[in-house]
């Protein structure tokens, strides 16, 4: 069984930064692309960004170059460091991952249960 955790979430004021993690564990064999979505009320889930397994990034047009996605391979986990934030940034960030279980194992995609951000004065 895999699970990711995603943390760091929170309430954070125009102009201010904050770092979201996502951690997977479970029965793990190897880990592809793992990436963050969000979510905001009223509309679909959309890509932030996503980091392959040699390091190769993607990111949404509207947070290139303020916010940067970054992983552990050690330690399975993703980072997602959000900085000049705004209003439309509030949403709920969730976390995920293509991995395989076994050798012989298809790539599945697994997903975070969310954590919420709000950009507000």
């Known amino acids: 069984q895999v699970q990711l955790v995603e943390s760091g979430g929170g309430l954070v004021q125009p102009g201010g930064s904050l770092r979201l993690s996502c951690t997977a564990s479970?029965?793990?064999?190897?880990?592809?692309?793992m990436g963050w979505f969000r979510q905001a009320p009223g509309k679909q889930r959309e890509l932030v960004a996503s980091?392959?397994?040699?390091?190769?990034?993607t990111y949404a047009e509207s947070v290139k170059g303020r916010f940067t996605i970054s992983r552990d391979n050690a330690k399975n986990t993703v980072y997602l460091q959000m900085n000049s934030l705004k209003a439309e940034d509030t949403a709920v960030y969730y976390c995920?991952?293509?991995?395989?279980?076994?050798?012989?194992?298809?790539?599945?995609?697994?997903w975070g249960q969310g954590t919420q951000l709000t950009v507000s004065s």
């Open positions: 980091i392959g397994s040699g390091g190769s990034t």
């Open positions: 995920n991952a293509l991995l395989r279980v076994a050798v012989l194992s298809p790539i599945m995609v697994y």
């Open positions: 479970g029965s793990i064999f190897s880990i592809n692309a």
